[in-house]
């Protein structure tokens, strides 16, 4: 069966970096999408970012951009996601979900399928 | 603010049929795919309905999907309290070239 497992999650302060893990299972890792989801405190959820099965085609939300980092490894079937210059409002519970993607044509579509159990990273001082 | 949006609650006894809608107010989502997941308490989101109207596999029927114009709505039939949860419908914004989520609606089964 499908297993995703995030890990990483911390507290960390202002200003600092954290890596992210999500370690794979039960499927063939190096054939999908994956992306990154999280969801603040009693908040809803806010999607980050989707790297292509070969990792050469990333996208970001705009809120990430330029301070978060995806990337994979299909041999380790593992992805990452390295995050930098954090702030408080980037305290959430971080998800990893396998992704279903065609954009290209519309209608485009995008789901997620399978989603890990999450890790909460916490930034403060 | 989300260009998707949803009630924040919605309410209806057990047996009964509920519908969650989703408005885009973005032009920017056209005909493009909505999605549902249902997120119960303390637990990560689990896919409902993709492409506007399909279940995955193991999702019981008494949950639907449909999509008319910029308006996407989720039904649940047979009220369960098994069901009370967080709702979240989602699409590809092909303007921002990013994924879009509703605000969410709680589901009370009283």
């Known amino acids: 069966q499908v297993q995703l497992v995030e890990s990483g999650g911390g507290l960390v302060k202002p200003g600092g970096s954290l890596r992210l893990s999500c370690a794979a299972s039960?499927?063939?890792?190096?054939?999908?999408?994956m992306s990154w989801i999280r969801q603040a405190p009693g908040k809803g959820l806010e999607w980050l970012s989707y790297?292509?099965?070969?990792?050469?085609?990333?996208y970001y939300a705009d809120s990430v951009k330029g301070r978060f980092t995806i990337s994979r490894d299909n041999d380790k079937k593992s992805l990452y996601l390295q995050m930098h210059s954090l702030r408080a409002e980037d305290t959430a519970i971080y998800y990893c979900?396998?992704?279903?993607?065609?954009?290209?044509?519309?209608?485009?579509?995008?789901?997620?399928?399978?989603w890990g159990q999450g890790t909460l990273v916490t930034v403060s001082s | 603010q989300s260009v998707l949006t949803q009630p924040p609650s919605v309410s209806a006894a057990p047996g009964q049929k509920v519908t969650i809608s989703c408005s885009e107010s973005?032009?920017?989502?056209?005909?493009?795919?909505v999605s549902w997941y249902q997120q119960l308490p303390g637990t990560a989101p689990k896919l409902l309905i993709y492409d506007n109207n399909k279940r995955p596999s193991g999702i019981p029927d008494r949950f639907s999907g449909s999509k008319s114009g910029t308006s996407a709505t989720l039904g649940i039939t047979g009220l369960q309290t098994g069901d009370e949860a967080d709702y979240y419908c989602g699409t590809w914004d092909s303007s921002l070239s990013a994924v879009v989520f509703g605000g969410g609606t709680k589901l009370t089964v009283l």
């Open positions: 979900a396998r992704t279903f993607l065609s954009i290209v044509v519309e209608p485009a579509a995008i789901y997620f399928d399978h």
């Open positions: 039960g499927f063939t890792f190096s054939d999908y999408f």
């Open positions: 973005s032009s920017n989502i056209g005909n493009n795919y």
């Open positions: 790297i292509s099965p070969s990792g050469t085609s990333i």
